[in-house]
């Protein structure tokens, strides 16, 4: 079973300048997750989605970051204007089950480092 | 929401010795409690779960105990070799899943 992929594995920007991040998951996963993990730290829900719909998007700083789920499989996180802050590790993962008290399975993430 | 704490946040013990790590939890609604291994430059992955209904789980070398009352539980890794040594997360699900900090687990060989 192939799993969840993500792209570009790094990526260095100026800030004020956008990225973003492609996330893959496991095929039939119907939740999705995107994690921001600073470094040293726990990784921090940005947004969660069930199929194309957004269940908890409470941690996303709507200014500057914004997400979609395209047809419910691949998902797309965006950051504009980036800030020093921003530099990261943000995690993709995807579960199975639609209530998301499941396994949780994760890409190996996307390096971010604002200049 | 949730708010999820865990200590200690390094721990270094001898090979072959035992090393447990705990954490607490605020939502009294959280039912599933994931414990994840990060990897320098991977993505975490899942070591052992416990859900609500379920006091203690182990699995070979590991096991991990839950108490609903005090909103804690705890990861128990014990005959620890080198391979362990990695950043060790706890999380509480209730619809979404909230980290702890980590513990960076050190085992001398």
């Known amino acids: 079973e192939a799993g969840v992929a993500q792209s570009p594995r790094y990526k260095i920007i100026e800030k004020r300048q956008s990225v973003a991040f492609w996330c893959n998951p496991i095929?039939?996963?119907?939740?999705l997750y995107w994690y921001q993990q600073i470094l040293g730290q726990g990784p921090k829900l940005l947004i969660q989605?069930?199929?194309?719909?957004?269940?908890?998007d409470s941690q996303l700083p709507k200014d500057r970051f914004s997400a979609e789920r395209l047809k419910g499989v691949d998902s797309t996180l965006k950051i504009q204007p980036a800030k020093l802050e921003d530099s990261a590790v943000y995690l993709c993962?995807?579960?199975?089950?639609?209530?998301?008290?499941?396994?949780?399975?994760f890409g190996q993430g996307t390096r971010l480092t604002v200049v | 929401g949730e708010n999820v704490e865990q200590h200690p946040s390094t721990l270094s013990v001898q090979e072959g010795d035992s090393a447990v790590i705990k954490c607490t939890y605020s939502?009294?609604?959280?039912?599933?409690f994931p414990w994840y291994k990060q990897e320098l430059g991977k993505g975490p992955q899942l070591i052992i779960d416990i859900r609500s209904n379920v006091g203690e789980k182990k699995d070979q070398r590991i096991a991990v105990t839950l108490n609903k009352t005090a909103k804690h539980f705890s990861l128990h890794i014990t005959e620890t070799q080198p391979e362990d040594s990695a950043v060790y997360f706890c999380?509480?699900?209730?619809?979404?899943?909230?980290f702890g900090a980590g513990t960076r687990l050190t085992v001398k060989p």
């Open positions: 095929s039939g996963h119907a939740t």
């Open positions: 939502d009294s609604a959280s039912n599933y």
């Open positions: 989605f069930q199929n194309n719909g957004v269940v908890d």
């Open positions: 993962a995807s579960s199975l089950v639609e209530t998301g008290v499941a396994e949780a399975f």
């Open positions: 999380a509480a699900t209730n619809n979404d899943m909230r």
